[in-house]
Every structure is written in structure tokens, then in C-alpha cells.
């Protein structure tokens, strides 16, 4: 079956910097891999997608990177703020079960 | 829509008691997902449902665990007998299928945290 590997676990950056979460999945045939944010006592909320037709998606200060050569995704975050500290997990799916990655735990610090 | 609902948001047991865990996903959504949270192993797919049909129940855990849809609009995770180690946020998350192969957002419930004593 799938398995998704997330790095870093924890990340921790100056509020204004950039943050960079990447995943690595093992199944070719997945397509879809959204990016969930679950802040402390809540619900993961998904916060951007990307499927395997495009390479990459920007929306506002989250964008997604896609290589399926190298089966690799990656969440960048530009002008962090301390509202962006949460857990970020990645996943991945081809059907309709999705894995998850172990998530990061972000920390942006004023 | 009210969103995916779970109940009860918070359930305190003795170990070897019977424990069920509700949800009612979005109005529309054909699937159904159980997941259980954890410090240690994350966030794990316990088990998905199509249209009220089981698909693929390999992340159960133990013949402890079971899990049904009666109906479009209701699911039930049983524990029994519950133990320590079943402590947990369960979380239930429903989606439908795009149409084009791929798919489309699962929409999480707010979460049930189950603690086993």
C-alpha cells in the first residue's frame, strides 16, 4: 500500500520568513495530494491540493510543488505568520483511501 | 450543511466496556472514512465506506473493532471490549469522487476523544 514520509517533523521560523514542509509517497499510481493544517483541539482542514496533472499550485501565500518522477510533493509557505503555527500533514491517494504523512508541527515565532 | 457530525465529542470508559462512536456525514457525500489520531502513529485510515458498502477495512486495528453504515446518512465505530491503548481521537471525514479519477476533499468531523481507563 501507499506510504507517505513527511519531513521535518517539527520546524520552527522567525514570523515573515518562508517554510518548506516535504513528503515523499511510493505508490506511482497516486494522484491526489492534498495538505491538511490542524491547529491544537481541532479538525484537520484541508488548506491546498494538488493532483497529478499539474506540477504546481499557488494559492496566496501556500503553494504546492509536484514531481512525480521523483515522487515527492512539498508545501512552501512565504511571509509566515504565528496564525500559520499548527500541524501540517501531507497525503496522498490514488483511489479513495488516502495516507497520511506523521505531519509537522510548525511553530512561527513574533 | 452542518458539516460532518460525531458524537460524542468526548466518551470516558473503563477498560472492557463497549464503546460506540457515531457520525453523520455531509448530506451528498458518498464516502465515509474512520480515523484515529495519536501522538505516536499519527493519523491512521481505519476504514472507508462507498455508498453504505465497507471497501477496505485492512487499517482495523482487532476483531475488537467493527464498523457499519445502515444508511447514506450514519455510521457507527464499536470498540469491544475497549482497552487503554484505544485511547484516542477518532475522527470521522466524508468526501465525494470528482468523476474524473481523481478525488476531492474529505471534510473532517470535529473528532471524538476517547479515553480508556
Known amino acids: 500500500g501507499e506510504n507517505v514520509e513527511q519531513h521535518p517533523s517539527t520546524l520552527s521560523v522567525q514570523e515573515g520568513d518562508s517554510a518548506v514542509i516535504k513528503c515523499t509517497y511510493s505508490d506511482s499510481a497516486s494522484n491526489y495530494f492534498p495538505w491538511y493544517k490542524q491547529e491544537l483541539g481541532k479538525r484537520p482542514q484541508l488548506i491546498i491540493d494538488?493532483?497529478?496533472?499539474?506540477g504546481e499550485k499557488k494559492d496566496q501565500r501556500i503553494a504546492v510543488t509536484l514531481n512525480k518522477t521523483a515522487k515527492h510533493f512539498s508545501l512552501h509557505i512565504t511571509e509566515t505568520q504565528p496564525e500559520d503555527s499548527a500541524v501540517y500533514f501531507c497525503a496522498a491517494s490514488r483511489r479513495s483511501d488516502m495516507r497520511f504523512g506523521a505531519g509537522t508541527r510548525l511553530t512561527v515565532k513574533p | 450543511d452542518a458539516g460532518v457530525i460525531q458524537s460524542p465529542r468526548h466518551e470516558v470508559t473503563e477498560m472492557g466496556q463497549e464503546v460506540t462512536l457515531r457520525c453523520k456525514p455531509i448530506?451528498?457525500?458518498?464516502?465515509l472514512f474512520w480515523y484515529r489520531q495519536t501522538m505516536m502513529r499519527g493519523l491512521e485510515l481505519l476504514i472507508y465506506?462507498?455508498?453504505?458498502?465497507?471497501?477496505?477495512d485492512s487499517g482495523m486495528p482487532e476483531d475488537r473493532f467493527s464498523a457499519k453504515m445502515p444508511n447514506a446518512s450514519f455510521s457507527t465505530l464499536k470498540i469491544q471490549p475497549s482497552e487503554p491503548r484505544d485511547s484516542a481521537v477518532y475522527f470521522c471525514?466524508?468526501?465525494?469522487?470528482?468523476?474524473?479519477?481523481?478525488?476531492?476533499?474529505?471534510?473532517f468531523g470535529p473528532g471524538t476523544r476517547l479515553t480508556v481507563l
Open positions: 494538488i493532483r497529478s496533472n499539474v
Open positions: 448530506s451528498g457525500h458518498d464516502y
Open positions: 471525514a466524508s468526501s465525494f469522487p470528482s468523476g474524473s479519477g481523481f478525488h476531492n476533499e474529505q471534510f
Open positions: 465506506f462507498n455508498n453504505n458498502v465497507p471497501i477496505d
